[in-house]
């Protein structure tokens, strides 16, 4: 059984962008095309529409680019359940206003029982303060606890 991955917006936005200059993020993009190309296969992969929606924004050539990257992928459409989780959220970990879709992510994950959000969004998703917070927020109110971590993590495979 193929475990159910959440891609979120950064994943096709390092693989469509532009090569980088900053090494760091460059050594990401390239981690994320080695992912994608030969590692997704072993995941059962779903977005939501807010990926969707962002992934449309900014330089239209570009987001022609991320709109075909994620053709095929399962949609995930914002529930009510979805937005209470999202702003349930939002005040337990204390993200910005502006950080509200990073909530938005991961209650997509939660209420649709999905394994896995990856991302390479490190300071409000893959960090140890917010896997922590969502740990102990989602064991004490009964709800799935997702992994979250970057495509690097997934290399080789099935987890």
Known sequence: MKRKVYIET???????????????????????KN???????????FISDAVSEEMSKGDIALAEKRVKLIEGITILHTSKDVERLAITYAKQFKF???????????????????DIL???N???????????KLFNFNQKNHLKVPIICSPEELIGGEI
């Open 122 to 132: 490190c300071t409000h998703l893959a960090n140890v303060e917010t896997k922590i």
């Open 35 to 45: 992912w994608w190309n030969n590692y997704k296969a072993n995941y059962d992969l």
């Open 10 to 32: 950064t994943i096709p936005s390092y693989y469509i962008s532009r090569e980088s200059h900053d090494i760091i993020i460059r050594a990401h993009q390239k981690i994320t």
């Open 96 to 114: 910005p206003k502006e950080k509200y879709f990073d909530c938005i992510h991961i209650a997509h994950t939660v209420i649709y029982q999905l």
């Open 118 to 120: 990856l991302t390479w």
